[in-house]
């Protein structure tokens, strides 16, 4: 669930949103309270600074690519909502290469999926 933070969904070489805030934050349901591993896609522009983290606990720190850059979260959620957050301190234009939002706003990162996995050892 989005909480703040992000433009509408947009289609590039994959779906994503922009985040359209210095900081952008999501809700994640989380029913089974395990280590866990969340890989976030984001892309920016290339050397783009941010900081991603689980209900403001040990923030990872990322430097994104030209392209799609996987960002690695290793967390141990309890059960319930999770909120996920977003950092960058660059805020413009859209970057070459993924369309920008269709009302012209100033852009963060783009985000381009959320998945979650079980870490190892873990079942």
Excluded: H, M
Excluded at 74 to 97: F, H, K, N, Y
Excluded at 102 to 113: E, K, N, P, Q, Y
């Amino acid at each position: 669930y989005l909480i703040e933070g992000f433009a509408r969904s947009q289609k590039g070489d994959r779906p994503f949103r922009w985040t359209t805030q210095p900081r952008a934050r999501a809700l994640v349901p989380n029913l089974v309270p395990e280590p866990q591993v969340w890989t976030l896609w984001l892309r920016g522009s290339n050397g783009q600074r941010v900081s991603v983290a689980v209900d403001d606990e040990a923030p990872v720190d990322a430097s994104l690519g030209a392209g799609w850059t996987a960002v690695e979260l290793r967390v141990d959620p309890p059960a319930g909502t999770c909120e996920l957050s977003i950092t960058t301190t660059a805020v413009g234009p859209a970057p070459p290469g993924l369309p920008g939002p269709l009302d012209g706003r100033a852009v963060g990162v783009a985000v381009g999926g959320l998945s979650l996995r079980f870490a190892p050892g873990v079942r």
